[in-house]
């Protein structure tokens, strides 16, 4: 058995009905609890996601922030080159010849 008797989850799996929703109009009330419903799964699917979020955080915060550290450093590298690149190819203001005008 993997619950305990005593769990609350068996407990009220094994107690009496809850009413969750009521009306005369069968296909609103199925309808209202569709989207009671859609809109819980979605609060707890969220909830799984951050608490996903949070563990692979803690367990790889160190690597992540190291990678982009060093992304970073990369992109500086390659703007700087870039930079450097560009000023050596810009024409000389003495004109073709390297005479003066």
């Known amino acids: 058995m993997f619950f305990s008797p005593k769990s609350p989850l068996i407990r009220q799996a094994n107690d009496n009905a809850e009413v969750l929703l009521a009306g005369r109009d069968p296909i609103f009330v199925a309808q209202a609890y569709a989207e009671r419903a859609q809109h819980t799964l979605g609060a707890m699917a969220n909830n799984l996601l951050a608490k996903a979020h949070k563990?692979?955080?803690?367990?790889?915060?160190?690597r992540v922030i190291r990678a982009i550290s060093e992304k970073c450093a990369e992109a500086a590298f390659l703007s700087q080159d870039a930079e450097q690149k560009q000023i050596v190819s810009q024409p000389s203001p003495r004109g073709v010849f390297g005479h003066h005008a």
């Open 55 to 62: 563990m692979v955080w803690e367990r790889f915060a160190n």
